[in-house]
Structures are given as C-alpha cells and as structure tokens.
C-alpha cells in the first residue's frame, strides 16, 4: 500500500518515503528570520500551524513524523548543530505534559542530538514550574531582546523548541543556564512584526 500526503492526503505512489505531496510541502510558510542568536525554519500559520496542533493536541502520530522529519532534515539545523556541543530541549510544555499532550520539543531535541552526535541535556527541573508560571503573564507583553549572555567560559548550547512566540521563555532560560552559552532553534516561530523589527540587525 502506497502513501498518502500528510496534508492533503494525495497518494504519494507505492515506493515513496516521502510524507508529504511537492505542492504541500512548497506552500509550508517559511521563516525568514535570521538573528545573531537564533532562527526558525517555518512560520506558525497555515499547514504548518495545523500540523503542529495534530501533533501536540490531538496526538497525531503522522503529523509527528512530518513535523521531525523536516525539522531535522533542514539544511539550518545542520549548521546551527555545528556550532554548539550541547542540545537542550527548552521545557516549556510541562503543563501540556500533564495533560498527556505530545511533547514535540523533546522529539525535536533528542532527533538532532542523536544525528549530531551531541548531547542531550535537560533543563533543571525546578525551572519548568517557575517557567510556566511566568510564561502565562509574560506571553502577552513585548519581546525580549533574544541577545544571550555569551560567557568566554561556557559551554555552546542550542535551545530548541517547537514554537517561539514572544522570547521570553528562550531569554529567562539562556539567563539561568549559567555554565550555558545559548543559542537557539526552533520548528517555527509567530513573531509579530513589531517584534522582527526590534531585533532584526
Ligand atoms: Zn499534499
């Protein structure tokens, strides 16, 4: 049996790995953004939005496998692995693990670590409640400069997560990660353009 596209469920043909149809995968809204510290391989919107929701909330295992396997085929992400010796999967979604929803940035992480040959390393855990806690009244306030203290003794470090909205969970992570010099990575990202503007050089 043949596979279907992931999207628009058109058959792929019998011999086909792939997990999504050319015209699908062609319309993913990619990111432009680029910073010194960072970057992002989608916007969150449209397909992309959607498959990200399949994964998280529904628990979509298709959507899943779609989701890593253009995060950690990406040509970025290669680049932005060489540079670092540590992976760290930012542990935002304590609350929707709770709730039994699919962690994405663990999967994320623990992909490009395992193909990088880097390790992988979890936050301490004490930060995920502080983390949560503030994020809810942070999310709605302005931007975060996403400019990382960059210690001269530290250990290079790549943040990754799923969705970065507001910088803020990024920013307090990288400031707390002392023996850490941060840079991050995500799968998307829904940056307002107040907020591109603010950080683009
Ligand atoms: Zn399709």
Known sequence: MGRSCAICCSSLGTVSTAYLC?????????????LPSGGSLYRYEGEMRRLILRAKVEGDSTALVVLRRLFLTSP??????????????????????LRGRIDIPWFLASDAAERFKLSLIAAPKQLYWRLNKRAYKEQRQRGYTLQFPQGEASIPTLLIDDIVTTGYTLTYLSS??????????????AFSEPLRKQWEP
């Open 176 to 189: 707390r990660l002392i023996s850490a010099r941060c840079s991050f990575f995500t799968l998307a990202e």
């Open 76 to 97: 970025a992400l290669a680049v932005a692995c060489a540079a670092v010796e540590q992976i760290i999967p930012v542990p935002s979604s304590l609350w929707g693990r």
């Open 22 to 34: 050319a015209p699908c995968y062609q319309q993913l809204p990619r990111s432009s953004l680029a």
